[in-house]
């Protein structure tokens, strides 16, 4: 019998990796999946995890160990998100010497991983996951992915770094990587936890809502690109199973700006009772800038998704009806 197609997934505890490895296991019922992070499944990785555990391996390491590439399994597929998002917080408290833990491991864990790919030798497809982080706050709307990269930060300069690593590995070793770039993900394991210090605005007005609590907001004309890593996990198992991707950087992202005001009024229809009141920023609980509209910030292009793989995201209201269904039984 043929082997089964394995996929490596870093980070996979994580709130954008989890969606990755679950929507390849749930696309594919012969398909296995290895999960590799530095911490270990808590409860609520568990219970996401529960419907597909049984062709799920999950090994907990650091991407900076040597050893820890000679005890990983011959793969087909490499998605590679682990990254520590945390480096603003580390920096703040401790300076750069405090960040220097976090670089190694967004950098150096990004090109042992690579060094590792290049000796696969039945490796199809490697997707680097970045983040729109590295667009900086200007550009055009849409963003388009050639041009107006301007990453400003520790980490978006790590993300950047990883991109520029992968693509110099397709490019002189003939790795077969591609880079994806995110918007603003939400979903089911947003969260702060020892790597990532955020939690997206989607979490915050619906954990507000299915609380009944009131949230006092400002800036309700501020806007972003909100994409459910649901989604996400979709798009990138498309890419991943793209013959033949037609370029080396993709976005993927809702591929519309969106108010905070509008985003309101989606949570406020999906949630019967949510009490939001737009208050001055010195009072307000949820402070979004109006003044940021680009780059980062506003809305990405997603056509080289749609072109070469075939994606497009849900409508937003029905991911974020999934979103509310899920707090509901899993209120984290």
Not at 21 to 47: G, H, K, M, T, Y
Not at 116 to 121: D, P, V, Y
Request: hydrophobic share 45%; with cysteine; charged share 20%.
């Amino acid at each position: 019998m043929p082997k089964p197609e394995t996929l490596l997934v870093t980070g996979g505890c994580g709130l954008a990796m989890s969606q990755v490895a679950r929507a390849w296991l749930e696309r594919d019922p012969e398909a296995e999946a290895i999960l590799l992070d530095q911490a270990p499944p808590d409860p609520v990785v568990e219970a996401f995890f529960a419907p597909v555990a049984g062709r799920l391996t999950v090994l907990q390491g650091d991407l900076r160990d040597p050893d820890l590439w000679d005890r990983l399994p011959a793969v087909s597929h490499v998605a590679h998100g682990a990254a520590v998002t945390s480096i603003n917080r580390l920096t703040e408290t401790d300076g750069l010497e405090g960040a220097l833990p976090a670089l190694e491991a967004n950098i150096m864990g990004t090109a042992r991983l690579l060094a590792w790919a290049a000796r696969q030798s039945d490796l199809r497809r490697l997707v680097y996951v970045s983040s729109g982080s590295v667009y900086g706050d200007a550009g055009p709307d849409p963003l388009p992915e050639e041009g107006f990269v301007a990453p400003e930060g520790f980490y978006p300069i790590s993300k950047y770094v990883g991109e520029l690593l992968s693509g110099q590995a397709a490019r002189q070793f003939g790795l077969p990587a591609v880079a994806v770039r995110l918007s603003g993900v939400y979903g089911p394991l947003d969260r702060e936890t020892g790597t990532r210090a955020v939690k997206s605005v989607p979490y915050r007005l619906m954990h507000a809502a299915l609380a009944g609590r009131a949230l006092g907001v400002a800036g309700l004309a501020a806007v972003g690109d909100y994409i459910s890593a649901g989604d996400v996990g979709q798009a990138i198992v498309a890419l991943l199973n793209c013959p033949a991707p037609g370029h080396r950087v993709y976005n993927i992202a809702y591929g519309q700006s969106v108010a905070l005001g509008d985003l309101l009024g989606l949570v406020e229809r999906l949630v019967p009772g949510a009490r939001f009141q737009q208050v001055a920023p010195e009072a307000a609980e949820l402070v979004c800038d109006p003044a940021q509209r680009r780059g980062r910030w506003g809305a990405y292009d997603i056509a080289r998704m749609t072109e070469d793989c075939g994606w497009r995201p849900r409508p937003l209201e029905t991911a974020l009806a999934d979103y509310r269904d899920w707090l509901k039984k899993h209120p984290y």
